[in-house]
């Protein structure tokens, strides 16, 4: 005598019985369209037109935009270096035009 899983208990003919009922139920649940497997057809098949008319971005624009992010925030670096000269400079001025605008 055979117990499945669920609990009921099958004589051996019963069994075999059971085993063919549930592989003929997976194909035929294999067969049945569903609304899964349409809407990966779908899609498979539009995938590139959902992505132009969504504007959606695909992995080469996000790999494109990491690099120009690494990009622009290297030159803001030296855009911030480049201001802390420019600033110290202007005060070096500022205070050599001060210096000869006492001496006049």
Partial sequence: MYQAETGYSFEPEQKSRWEGVTTWTKGVTERIPT???????????????????????TEFD??????????????????????????????VLDDSLKTLEVRR
């Fill in 35 to 57: 609304l899964d497997k349409s809407l990966d057809r779908y899609f498979d098949r539009y995938m590139d037109a959902i992505v132009q008319e969504w504007e959606l971005l």
């Fill in 62 to 91: 996000l790999v494109s935009l990491e690099g120009r992010l690494k990009r622009i925030t290297e030159e803001i670096g030296k855009l911030e270096t480049g201001h802390a000269g420019l600033k110290e400079r202007a005060h």
